[in-house]
C-alpha cells in the first residue's frame, strides 16, 4: 500500500528539491489509498513550491460506481497543479467541465470547441498556469490524425492534426506528456514545448511498449520535422 508516511517527503520536495512532481490518473483512481496518496504529495509539493502536473488519464473501469468519490480527489489535486493535461473526455468526466463529444470526425473543425471547454476549466482553476490537451482522430488502427493544444496564460498553442503511422496507439498520451514536461523544465518557449510533447507522442506510438525510447533530443526534433524514421 502506498503511503506518504513511507517517503521522506521533506527530503524529495525541501534538501534535494525535485523540479517537478508527475501524477497519473490511473495511479489516484486505482484505489481510495492510492487517490490520497497522490493527493497528499501534491499537497507536500504544491507547499515546497514544487511543480505539480497533471495528467487526468480517465479509465471508465476505475471510475465505475466512485464518480463522485474520485471527483472530489481529482478536483482538488487539479487546485493544486501548476499543469494540468487531458483529452476532452478526460476533463468532462474527471472535473466534470462541459465539452465537444468526444472522438468522432472531422478533429479539426472541433478545435474551437476544446478551446472552449479549456477556458472553462481555466476558470474553475484560477491557479493552474498550463492547461494542454492532446486531439487524436482514428482514420484506421495505423493510421491516426494526431495533434495538440496548450493554454499558457493566455496564449493558446496549437498543433494542427497531421497524419501519423501507428504501430501501436498505446502510450501516445504518455509520449506526449513526458515530452512536454522535458521541454518545461528545460526551459523552452511555449511554442517548442507543445511541438517537443506532440512529436515525442507520434513517437511512442511506433514503439508496442507504452512509452518512447528516442536516441537524443534531435531524434524528437526529426519526428516533428517530418521523419518517422527510428534510431535504435
Known sequence: MLNVKDFDLDRLFGKEGVQALHLSGLIGALSHDTGVFCLELARAAKKA???????????????????????????????????????????????????????GKDLSAKIDGFKGMI???KKKYTHTSVFAA?????????????????????TWHVVEPRRIA???????????????????????????????????????TTFFTDYGQPADEEQVWSIWKGNARVLR
Open 134 to 154: 492532446t486531439l487524436r482522430e482514428v482514420e484506421s488502427a495505423n493510421s491516426h490524425l494526431w495533434g495538440a493544444m496548450m493554454l499558457e496564460g493566455d
Open 49 to 103: 513550491g514544487t511543480i505539480v502536473s497533471f495528467d487526468l488519464n480517465h479509465r471508465a473501469s476505475f471510475w465505475e460506481g466512485r464518480e463522485e468519490e474520485l471527483r472530489a480527489v481529482f478536483s482538488e489535486i487539479a487546485s493544486l497543479s501548476d499543469i494540468l493535461i487531458g483529452n476532452e473526455e478526460d476533463f468532462q468526466l474527471c472535473l466534470g467541465i462541459e465539452g465537444p463529444e468526444a472522438g
Open 166 to 204: 501507428v504501430l501501436d496507439r498505446i502510450g501516445g498520451g504518455d509520449g506526449f506528456t513526458g515530452g512536454l514536461l522535458y521541454a518545461v523544465l528545460k526551459g523552452w518557449e511555449p511554442a517548442r514545448q507543445i511541438q517537443f510533447g506532440w512529436a515525442a507522442g507520434a513517437l511512442a
Open 119 to 121: 477556458r472553462n476549466v
